[in-house]
DNA sequence: GTCTAAGCGAGACGGTACGTCAGGTCTTGCT
DNA sequence: AGCAAGACCTGACGTACCGTCTCGCTTAGAC
């Protein structure tokens, strides 16, 4: 259901593509919260007005880019792909630790505005947290249909144990590795 | 080693109680980040400063309250009771759940904290997060001795993911209640 | 000498007098500088850009649309008119000092407006205040024809005084009433 | 009747002195409205919040400065000068005809203000229209009892019908001159 | 008993960031 | 070519905190 335009300039997506790129650029280079809106506003060259035309707040904005950006990688493991179900899981959760350790900053800065901000939240989860729990419980789920993962599990629990424990990582600062993934794999897949 | 005291005003143990009883006060009632350094300090009757001279950030005071508040409660599992340790782990996280449903917002607060500030977290981890994950490596520890818990298990590494499964449904705002207890302990024994 | 049209929509007349109207009403209902130029267009159901194509200023707008009304009035008082000329002065005062009582918030704007900008005041000053001088230059010198005011005065000179009382009791928010303008005549009229 | 201090850090006079010598001077040199009070605060070197907590607005500011500035002043004719009133009287008016020749932008915007923020007025009014307008009604009654002006006339009145004459040529950006003075003089003497 | 060092309440100070608002300019499609 | 709609840039505004500082006062051990 498309907002019915009647007139008026339509929205630069120039703008809303340089103030993504400058966010994602200055909190990388920064840190977040060392960078402001005004400076996001102004390394993007867009009035500040613009930038809350969109977003109400700058982890709006961040969560915006970072999601944009991650469309580009192949997120979800492919449940058409007939290898093991350990195999695909290792792989999904290397790949993601991969970029929550190219990203650990941001993503926990995004996970702490979340409990700062309860709007925030609920766009945080509903965008970004509930899909890739869903891609595992779904992966977990493919894993039992194919005798992989025994029936009598609870797939989304077990989902929420294994974000869990890499959350709990991620929050204390402490490696995610390949290592960590096999010992997932190995704690989850009897 | 005791700074060498040649005289002046003792710090007033008043000011620091009344500090931490306003600071958990306010922080319940109105929410952590609704809640400013001004303000506890007008409210427990006390100088600005006099909250500076004692901690750094408002992280750091609720951190203090609230982990004195907790040392009245019998925390930790006594590892002397002869009680199946499934029991013992149980019991422990039913309290470690009703604590964290009485202070949700408080402890997601801190955990934000504790993501924005690198000082914070060190603190953080070291008092509050580092203590109860011993607590539960120490309680798989004792089952393993007893038989109750495969000793092939890493202890450390389940504490991990027990923690985690419950932070991450804490920061998702999900109910810890007894039956995720009993989810994790039959998820973890055996 | 008339704009040459070549083709091309019609202006509007609609759309000034929208915009007219909605501007003294906006200005009459919350004051002057509680109203912006957006507000009288969404009001007069125009769009902003084509009050920009009229009038350069919100004050420019407002002038216009005063003027406008004020020819509705009988203004100036008539040279034709036998009676004293104290009495058509003090008829005419009375009915000024009416006009600026119901209009003073208005006026007094239009007045500060004049003074930050000056390309303003010279309009301002070309339209309102000196025809309004001239009207009591007028009189003066009428009643100097016939005697009723001394030869020797300069009638330009009074009217300005005579201004000028009534402008400083205006500025500084002071009543304008009948008795006011009975002293200006026995003031000016030896 | 002093504020009784209750302790605190004394206000800097250095920060007021600051910044009423840059806001008259940045005033002076690129006009009144051409400054915020960003600029200002800037420019003498001070936080804009200390601005703010000493005057409300840009005009208090520029009004406080202004008024300091006129201390240094011999502002109000002497009542023991036993020259002639008329004489004393064009003094006092060329010297005001002076510093408004000096200051016009600046007195033309404090007049504009007050003209648009209600509580401005009462401060512009009593502390700097009201006293000058006393000086002149003073001057009169003293010409009163010296029988140089008829005590048959209003002091008061005369003193609000030559305030307006020269408020009227100094908001229509006339000359303020000499002759002007002597004018005003031989209207309302005799 | 003075001296001295430090804690304390109070509150001003220099800063940074925020979100809002108004004014003017522009771009689009419609009339 | 005027118009309605509305996004855009600019720039000022007032507020909220923050952490530091400067007072005058008080506390109590040292001399």
Chains 1, 2, 3, 4 share one sequence.
Do not use: C
């Not at 700058?58 to 195999?87: C, G, I, M, W």
């Not at 941001?106 to 925030?120: E, G, K, N, T």
């Not at 947290?129 to 005798?147: K, S």
């Amino acid at each position: 259901m498309n907002k019915e335009s009647t007139g008026g300039r339509p929205i630069s997506a120039q703008a809303s593509a340089a103030l993504k790129e400058a966010a994602l650029r200055l909190v990388r280079a920064k840190g977040y919260n060392k960078v402001s809106i005004a400076v996001i506003a102004k390394e993007a060259g867009v009035a500040r007005q613009t930038l809350y035309n969109r977003w109400n707040t700058k982890a709006d904005l961040v969560l915006d880019a970072l999601f944009e950006e991650a469309q580009n990688y192949a997120a979800a493991p492919s449940l058409n792909d007939t290898r093991d179900s350990r195999v695909l899981l290792e792989e999904f959760l290397t790949n993601v630790f991969h970029h929550l350790t190219d990203n650990g900053d941001m993503m926990r800065a995004l996970i702490a505005a979340a409990q700062i901000d309860r709007a925030f939240h609920d766009t945080f989860y509903a965008k970004f947290v509930l899909p890739r729990d869903r891609m595992i419980t779904d992966l977990l789920r493919l894993a039992q249909t194919r005798g992989e993962f025994s029936s009598d599990r609870n797939a989304e629990l077990v989902s929420g144990f294994i974000h869990g424990a890499f959350w709990y990582r991620l929050l204390n600062r402490k490696a995610l590795n390949a290592d960590f993934a096999r010992a997932i794999i190995s704690e989850f897949f009897d």
